[in-house]
């Protein structure tokens, strides 16, 4: 499979140049994008905002990760951000020694540093291969600017990390000013491993012998896995946004080893839950290759669980079927950042901002004759733009209000998000902060913060309370009777009978029908819509394995587990980094909660009819309120 990458400086708040951006990509099939310098009024990662660059794909699920990114901002050295480029240097190199270990890296990034025309330099098997450059940018005066790039240059080569710019292509100028100020200083970075994934197809020429190791310059091998020749500076006014150009090139991603990254094992892996797509738009035939899969890979474990005594094995083996059965039918859903809008790319309005950037460039280059001629032209492109913009609005508004028309009665959570969209009101942020205090006072993230986290939902049981209404002798007694009573019951009691009879699959059904759609799942990842949408067979399979747990007299290890997901109380942005301003909520089997459901419905039943509960109870009791009471 091959992937392109690429990387770009720009700023995206605006709307135009986010819908810009997405049209750029689209039209390039650029796969992964590493946009860095830029901001959002709300959403900025707070993981990132203490460093100059940040890595993706490492804690999820880092058993099955090969390909580590790091999207890298170096601040120029006149801006006065960056005080220490030699902290800031080496503390990229540890990362990227680090990730090298188990894995390959690709960096991806503005460096502000001008390496010109210098080589790249690796280690590989005893011998010093050089990889000679060839760019644009060779004429430049200042020796901190030749200084800054040797630095930069050594800290690459210490870690056998090769800048692709102008190895075999790509070395056009990657900045260019409206004062005709042009540079390199974007790059793609990319390991020796990703370069020459064989060491014995090294193609090496005109070797000399230096200082105990052999240098050679190097060609890339053809079976490399970075496509040759695919380093493209895209410098065309119509890709152009602001006053850097994306840079792209392809890399051919290989299988995974099977022990690949040993070393993260003791890192801490996050529950992968996956996220299925339920977005059914009220098109009932959505879930009929559900209904045939949920069927097939049911029946399978219908013929397999009587030979299993261990009520827990049967429920997890029910849950996998399940799973495996939505793997082959419903695609997984991706979640954009909320924080940001959706970037709804539009042809009309794209196109419009192209001529509008191609007839100020006209207009900056024409002559003292042609000038009012190219302003007209200008103002019309700008004119026209305005235009497309309000158009393409116009139309996106027009089409949210008809969807949120048709969702009133079918979906409420998507019905208030959209109604949000609609008026801009800004939506409470509800994202777990990368970095929290620990007890200690200190910011900290990974496995640190799991820890804190785990410490402070700990601590919520262990607290002692200063409430001292509790009747310790009433409770005593009424324990010591409720054991005397259950001592005297006989086997034959009409409580017993009534309460402890089989499951009914009506019971089940029932319980089914209350149950909402839309809502969160639990640990095993099921959603109420695999029985809610379900067949017959399916909810039948579903009553036989409560059939099994209410005979067992067990209750399912797996339906004891549940996620806590902190909600943060409120307050200012400073005290997201609290862990005591969080409540947590935990998110259960949705299995083990119809289950339960079934009890509590049969229980509640029963003390109804048999008229157990006070007439003053309000709460809990069906077509009851406390508003009854204060009139």
């Not at 940040?54 to 699920?61: A, P």
């Not at 029910?318 to 940001?340: C, P």
């Amino acid at each position: 499979m091959e992937v392109s990458v690429g990387t770009i400086n720009v700023h995206l708040r605006s709307e135009v140049n986010r819908s810009l951006l997405c049209g750029i990509l689209e039209d390039l099939e650029i796969d992964i994008c590493g946009v860095v310098e830029t901001w959002f009024d709300t959403g900025t990662s707070i993981g990132l905002m203490n460093r100059l660059f940040g890595w993706f794909g490492v804690e999820r699920k880092a058993k099955y990760s090969v390909y580590f990114i790091g999207v890298v901002y170096l601040p120029p050295a006149t801006s006065g951000y960056l005080r220490d480029l030699k902290g800031t240097l080496l503390e990229l190199e540890t990362d990227i020694a680090r990730f090298r270990k188990d894995g390959k890296v690709i960096l991806l990034g503005d460096f502000n540093c001008r390496v010109s025309n210098q080589p790249s330099v690796i280690l590989n098997d005893g011998k010093l291969l050089t990889l000679s450059r060839h760019v644009e940018d060779t004429d430049f005066k200042g020796s901190a600017i030749k200084s800054r790039a040797t630095q930069f240059l050594r800290t690459l080569n210490a870690v056998n990390m090769v800048v692709m710019n102008g190895i075999d292509s790509g070395g056009n100028y990657t900045f260019s000013n409206s004062l005709n100020e042009s540079s390199m200083i974007d790059y793609i970075i990319l390991s020796d491993n990703i370069l020459f994934p064989n060491t014995e197809d090294l193609s090496i020429a005109q070797p000399d012998q230096t200082s105990g190791h052999v240098q050679a310059s190097a060609r890339l091998p053809s079976d490399s896995e970075y496509i040759l020749k695919s380093t493209k500076v895209h410098v065309g006014y119509k890709y152009q946004i602001g006053d850097h150009f994306l840079i792209s090139c392809i890399i051919r991603l290989n299988a995974v080893p099977p022990n690949i990254l040993s070393s993260l094992e003791d890192e801490l892996i996050p529950i992968d839950i996956i996220k299925w797509d339920r977005r059914d738009n009220g098109n009932p035939a959505f879930w009929q290759p559900m209904q045939l899969n949920l069927e097939n890979k049911l029946q399978t474990w219908d013929l397999k669980q009587f030979s299993q005594t261990d009520i827990d094995t049967v429920v997890e083996d029910f849950n996998f079927a399940i799973n495996t059965a939505l793997s082959e039918s419903l695609r997984v859903r991706t979640l954009a950042n909320k924080s940001v809008k959706q970037l709804n790319w539009n042809p009309e309005v794209f196109k419009a901002r192209c001529e509008q950037k191609t007839a100020y460039e006209n207009f900056k280059a024409a002559d003292e004759k042609s000038k009012l001629i190219c302003a007209n032209q200008l103002m019309t492109a700008k004119k026209r733009l305005k235009k497309c913009i309000r158009k393409a609005t116009f139309a996106q508004t027009k089409k949210l209000v008809e969807s949120i028309e048709k969702l009133r009665s079918k979906d409420p959570g998507e019905y208030w998000k959209r109604l949000y969209q609609l008026d801009n009101t800004k939506v409470p942020e509800n994202a777990i902060p990368v970095n929290i205090k620990n007890t200690e006072g200190k910011l900290v993230n990974g496995k640190e913060a799991s820890q804190a986290w785990l410490d402070s939902f700990r601590r919520l049981g262990l607290e002692e309370s200063d409430f001292y209404d509790f009747d310790q002798i009433f409770f005593s007694s009424i324990k010591s009777k409720v054991i005397e009573y259950s001592h005297q019951i006989p086997q034959d009691n009409k409580v017993l009978s009534e309460l402890d009879q089989e499951i009914r699959l009506q019971e089940v059904k029932i319980a089914i029908s209350n149950a909402k759609r839309g809502k969160a799942v639990g640990i095993d990842g099921i959603m109420n819509e695999v029985f809610k949408y379900g067949n017959e067979q399916t909810t039948t399979y579903l009553w036989k394995l409560f059939s099994r747990v209410f005979q067992s007299e067990h209750f399912p290890e797996t339906w004891s587990q549940g996620l806590i997901f902190p909600l943060f109380k409120g307050g200012p942005i400073s005290a997201r980094t609290d862990v005591g301003k969080y409540r947590g909520i935990t998110l259960l089997s949705i299995i083990g909660k119809i289950y339960t459901d079934i009890l509590n419905q049969r229980v509640s039943l029963w003390m109804e009819k048999e008229c157990l509960l006070s007439d003053e109870q309000a709460c809990f009791r069906r077509a009851r309120s406390t508003r009854l009471f204060l009139n």
